[in-house]
């Protein structure tokens, strides 16, 4: 089992949908929990980091459920330009602190 | 700002050849790190490292190399190239170890023949 899982979908939304992504990790020891975004043939960029109480940053929200370890982040009124890779990111601390990314998922808003 | 420098962009390798696949960084991050990525896999990390002369296995080491003589740079070494080994690259650096926000180069396309 990989220790961060993700829906690869595609998720073809049309624009102005709400969509949401969720991530599971496997490793309780995970201290730090963060959403990337990639577009196609580019490096992967942050998006937001997910902390513990949940944040929001204008259409995007992020959270955190420790219990179940799992992430979730929605877009809220999907714009073209967040079509995208979304990729889950998990800092485990086991001696050091290793980032583990999830597979990724793609999104497509459509016009 | 140059922020993650990697070199070369693209390469063509014959199998068994050997090459280094370079990575510098101008903000005298501690902690640098190598991922590959490959379609339906994601991104997967080689080695990492937190400071000069420390360096770890990441979840797929075999088949790689890596140093860390200097706080700046982090090369990769690929010993024996194998067509597996075709992938698209990336290093990436942060501040904090624990929280920080990694930066990414812009990948290294490797193609092995």
């Known amino acids: 089992r990989k220790e961060v899982e993700q829906d690869p979908g595609p998720f073809n939304v049309p624009e102005g949908a709400t969509v949401a992504f969720n991530c599971t990790y496997s490793?309780?020891?995970?201290?730090?929990f963060f959403w990337y975004r990639q577009d196609c043939r580019k490096e992967p960029k942050l998006l937001m980091s997910?902390?513990?109480s949940g944040n929001e940053d204008g259409r995007f929200t992020a959270q955190l459920n420790r219990a179940s370890q799992y992430i979730s982040l929605l877009i809220r009124d999907s714009k073209l330009s967040d079509s995208a890779t979304y990729l889950c990111?998990?800092?485990?601390?086991?001696?050091?602190?290793?980032?583990?990314f999830g597979t990724g998922t793609r999104l497509k808003v459509l016009a | 700002n140059a922020g993650v420098t990697q070199t070369p962009k693209f390469q063509v390798l014959k199998t068994g050849q050997s090459m280094t696949l370079q990575c510098a960084q101008d903000m005298n991050h501690e902690y640098m790190s190598w991922y590959r990525q490959d379609p339906g896999m994601g991104l997967r990390l080689i080695h990492y490292?937190?400071?000069?002369?420390?360096?770890d296995q990441g979840e797929v080491p075999n088949g790689y190399n890596v140093s860390r003589s200097t706080t700046e740079d982090f090369p990769l070494r690929l010993l024996s190239a194998a067509p597996s080994q075709t992938s698209v690259y990336f290093c990436a650096s942060t501040r904090l170890a624990g929280t920080g926000e990694l930066f990414f180069g812009e990948g290294s396309r490797l193609t092995v023949l």
């Open positions: 990111v998990v800092n485990a601390y086991s001696g050091t602190y290793k980032y583990i």
């Open positions: 490793n309780s020891a995970s201290q730090s």
């Open positions: 997910v902390y513990s």
């Open positions: 490292s937190v400071g000069a002369g420390i360096t």
